[in-house]
C-alpha cells in the first residue's frame, strides 16, 4: 500500500529565505509525482509536475526534485515571499495511471 | 476555459439527508477525480471516470455514495442517508489524459457539514 508522507508538516520563515519542503513514499512504481498548493478553504492548484523517468521540473523560483528509487522528492523554494504561504500538498499517481496518492501537506507561512 | 468548477459550494444538511454535488470539469478532459479531504489531511481518493465510464472506487466509497458521468461531461456525487462522518470537503479534478504528462486541475470544493 502506497504510502506518502511529508516532512515538516509546518514551517515558518522570515521573508527571504530558501526552503526546501520533502515527500517520500514507499511504493516506487509510480507513473509521476505532481506538488499541488492549497490555500485555505480552496481547491488545489498545480506547481510542478515531474514525470518517473525525469529528475526535476522548475517553474520561476521553484524547483522539484525526484529521485524515485530512493522514493523521495524535495520542492525548493527560493526567495519566500508572504504570498507563498499555503499548503503544499505532494501528489503520487500510480501506475496504472489512475490513483493519485496525497501526502497530508507541508503548511507554510512566510513572515513578513 | 473556466476551469473546474463545483456546485455548491457549501452545503449543511441533517443527518440521514440526501445530498448531491455537480462538478463541471474542463471541457475535453477526459478523465474526472473524485476526492474527499477532512481538516489537516491531504485529498483521499474516491473514484475516477475515463469518459463517462466509472473505472475506478476506493474502498472509502461505500454504498451510500454514488457517482456518475453521464456523456462524459459533467458528474455527480450523490451521498445518501448523510452521517456526520460524511462531513468533508468533496473535490473535484480533471484531466486530460493521453497516456503521457497528465497534470488534474482542481475545483474550488464542496464543503460539506453534516449535523
Known amino acids: 500500500k502506497q504510502e506518502v508522507t511529508q516532512i515538516p508538516a509546518a514551517l515558518s520563515v522570515p521573508e527571504g529565505e530558501n526552503l526546501v519542503l520533502n515527500c517520500s513514499f514507499t511504493d516506487s512504481a509510480i507513473y509521476n509525482l505532481q506538488w499541488f498548493r492549497q490555500d485555505p478553504g480552496k481547491g488545489l492548484t498545480s506547481l510542478l509536475l515531474i514525470q518517473s523517468s525525469q529528475r526535476e521540473q522548475t517553474s520561476g523560483r521553484l524547483n522539484a526534485s525526484l529521485d524515485k528509487s530512493s522514493g523521495r522528492s524535495t520542492l525548493y523554494i527560493a526567495a519566500s515571499q508572504p504570498g507563498d504561504s499555503a499548503t503544499y500538498l505532494c501528489a503520487v499517481l500510480m501506475a496504472g495511471g489512475f490513483k493519485t496518492i496525497f501526502g497530508a501537506g507541508t503548511r507554510l507561512f512566510v513572515k513578513a | 476555459d473556466t476551469g473546474v468548477s463545483q456546485d455548491p459550494r457549501h452545503k449543511i444538511t441533517k443527518r440521514g439527508q440526501n445530498v448531491t454535488f455537480r462538478c463541471d470539469p474542463i471541457?475535453?478532459?477526459?478523465?474526472l477525480y473524485w476526492y474527499r479531504q477532512t481538516l489537516g489531511q491531504g485529498p483521499e481518493f474516491l473514484t475516477y471516470f475515463q469518459n463517462e465510464a466509472q473505472l475506478e472506487k476506493s474502498r472509502l466509497l461505500s454504498d451510500r455514495f454514488s457517482a456518475e458521468r453521464p456523456k462524459g461531461s459533467f458528474s455527480t456525487l450523490e451521498i445518501q442517508r448523510t452521517e456526520q462522518g460524511d462531513s468533508a470537503m468533496y473535490l473535484c479534478?480533471?484531466?486530460?489524459?493521453?497516456?503521457?504528462?497528465?497534470?488534474?486541475?482542481f475545483g474550488p470544493g464542496t464543503r460539506l457539514l453534516v449535523l
Open positions: 471541457s475535453e478532459h477526459n478523465r
Open positions: 479534478a480533471s484531466s486530460f489524459f493521453t497516456g503521457g504528462q497528465e497534470t488534474q486541475y
